[in-house]
């Protein structure tokens, strides 16, 4: 779902079905075609729908579960999913869950140039992810580690810069932006592996939830468990085979990603910036982020204000 102004519920509907069919003139007014971007905070649980438009779906903040047909996903902070014209899917679970939205009509952006068109296609897109068999819905989910994700976000807030401006450099610009978007994805695209039974997804994305409800807390493992409602030893084992790392190394890159996109978005100090992302020493918190980043957190706020 984007960030849709409140329409009546039989105007929007196709006659002999129940699924809502969300539509441009569904957008907020100062979203038109073929490209904007919604930010969506809070998102509530919505019911199975669908779009007239092509959608990115970037997860900024919480977390949650995406059903694409017989398929749930959990979904975290650095998740990145395509949603193509007529796909259903439903929000569920969801836990401050923040995400911006990419919406776009590829029949307009191909339009601009040949070149274009070609890269417009169907099978072009869907290799950005999530990719789904024509016989049944199937989700991949990309999930971009904490430098990445902050390179993407930066993309992002350069092109909706663009969107709000009136001059044709401003189209021209935003188009530019959408397509290095594109490209950055399809580069970085590696398929998202299940976690297996829905009820292991709950557990897993309940943790998840207050990991990222509490990142700047001195929380321990202890902490996270007790939110899964199972053993130790069964939700390491969950937790890991759905986000590919432990708890702890979940918090601590998290924490690293948290203060990444502080670094580009504020005028905050470093120290200033590891207090207020969970960590206690600014010099530890600077070891971590020259490991994590290869550089600095003073050269990577000096690198993305100069980018």
Same mark, same amino acid.
């Given at each position: 779902?984007?960030?849709?102004?409140?329409?009546?519920g039989?105007?929007?509907?196709?006659?002999?079905s129940?699924?809502?069919?969300?539509?441009w003139?569904?957008?907020?007014?100062?979203?038109a075609?073929?490209?904007a971007?919604?930010?969506?905070t809070?998102?509530? *649980?919505?019911?199975?729908h669908?779009?007239?438009?092509?959608?990115i779906?970037?997860?900024y903040?919480?977390?949650?579960l995406?059903?694409?047909?017989?398929?749930t996903?959990?979904?975290?902070?650095?998740?990145?999913f395509?949603?193509?014209?007529?796909?259903r899917?439903?929000?569920?679970?969801?836990?401050?869950?923040?995400?911006?939205?990419?919406v776009?009509?590829?029949?307009h952006?191909?339009?601009?140039?040949?070149?274009?068109?070609?890269?417009?296609?169907?099978?072009?897109?869907?290799?950005?992810?999530?990719?789904?068999?024509?016989?049944?819905t199937? &989700?991949?989910?990309?999930?971009l580690?904490s430098?990445d994700?902050?390179l993407?976000l930066?993309?992002?807030r350069?092109?909706?810069?663009?969107?709000?401006?009136?001059?044709?450099?401003?189209?021209? *610009?935003?188009?530019?932006?959408?397509?290095?978007?594109i490209?950055?994805?399809?580069r970085?695209?590696?398929?998202?592996?299940?976690?297996?039974?829905?009820a292991?997804?709950h557990?897993?994305?309940?943790?998840?939830?207050f990991?990222?409800?509490h990142?700047?807390?001195?929380?321990?493992v202890?902490?996270?468990?007790?939110?899964s409602?199972?053993?130790?030893?069964?939700?390491?084992?969950?937790?890991?085979q759905?986000?590919?790392?432990?708890?702890?190394?979940y918090?601590?890159?998290?924490?690293?990603?948290k203060a990444?996109?502080?670094?580009?978005?504020?005028?905050?100090?470093?120290t200033?910036?590891?207090?207020a992302c &969970?960590?206690?020493?600014?010099?530890?918190?600077?070891?971590?982020?020259?490991?994590?980043?290869?550089?600095s957190p003073s050269?990577?706020?000096?690198?993305?204000?100069?980018?």
């Amino acid at each position: 779902m984007v960030g849709m102004r409140a329409v009546s519920g039989q105007s929007r509907r196709p006659q002999n079905s129940r699924l809502r069919v969300l539509h441009w003139a569904d957008l907020p007014k100062k979203h038109a075609r073929p490209l904007a971007i919604v930010r969506a905070t809070n998102h509530p *649980a919505y019911p199975c729908h669908r779009h007239e438009f092509w959608e990115i779906v970037i997860v900024y903040r919480g977390s949650g579960l995406m059903s694409f047909g017989r398929r749930t996903l959990p979904i975290r902070v650095g998740d990145v999913f395509v949603l193509s014209r007529g796909q259903r899917h439903a929000y569920l679970e969801t836990r401050s869950l923040d995400v911006i939205n990419i919406v776009f009509d590829p029949a307009h952006v191909g339009s601009v140039h040949p070149a274009l068109a070609d890269w417009m296609r169907h099978e072009s897109l869907v290799s950005v992810g999530p990719s789904w068999k024509p016989s049944e819905t199937e &989700g991949e989910c990309l999930h971009l580690g904490s430098s990445d994700f902050a390179l993407l976000l930066d993309k992002v807030r350069r092109m909706e810069t663009e969107l709000e401006g009136q001059m044709t450099e401003n189209r021209i *610009a935003s188009l530019a932006y959408f397509l290095l978007i594109i490209t950055f994805l399809r580069r970085h695209r590696r398929p998202w592996e299940s976690s297996g039974s829905t009820a292991a997804g709950h557990r897993v994305s309940r943790a998840m939830g207050f990991i990222e409800e509490h990142f700047s807390d001195p929380i321990t493992v202890e902490d996270i468990v007790s939110h899964s409602q199972v053993s130790r030893r069964h939700f390491f084992r969950l937790f890991e085979q759905a986000v590919g790392v432990a708890p702890m190394e979940y918090l601590k890159k998290l924490r690293l990603q948290k203060a990444a996109s502080m670094l580009l978005t504020s005028n905050v100090s470093v120290t200033q910036v590891a207090f207020a992302c &969970g960590f206690n020493d600014s010099n530890y918190f600077s070891s971590l982020y020259h490991k994590e980043f290869g550089m600095s957190p003073s050269q990577f706020k000096k690198n993305g204000r100069n980018g």
